[in-house]
């Protein structure tokens, strides 16, 4: 049986999946993948898995977001020393 916060909770990770697969700036993405894993984590507080929403808030809320912005970050840099050595 789906309670109502159940239901506003798939309707929420749904819409927010297709928001991070539509956005094509990195930056951006990145910020909306942090705030789908949130979402991710709601959902499954409310199905009654906290074990599993102890483990998504670790990993698709803080690390997975910060290896891509230290990434991004990188690369934009890297980017910048290659053209200034020309």
Do not use: K, N, W
Request: with cysteine.
């Amino acid at each position: 049986m789906t309670t109502a916060l159940q239901a506003a909770s798939y309707v929420v990770v749904a819409v927010l999946g297709v928001a991070v697969v539509v956005c094509r700036d990195p930056l951006r993405q990145t910020m909306v993948l942090g705030i789908f894993g949130l979402t991710l984590t709601l959902l499954f507080v409310a199905l009654g898995a906290p074990d599993v929403a102890i483990s998504e808030v670790v990993v698709s809320t803080v690390a997975f977001p910060v290896v891509l912005l230290a990434t991004i970050s990188g690369t934009r840099h890297g980017g910048r020393e290659q053209e200034e050595d020309r």
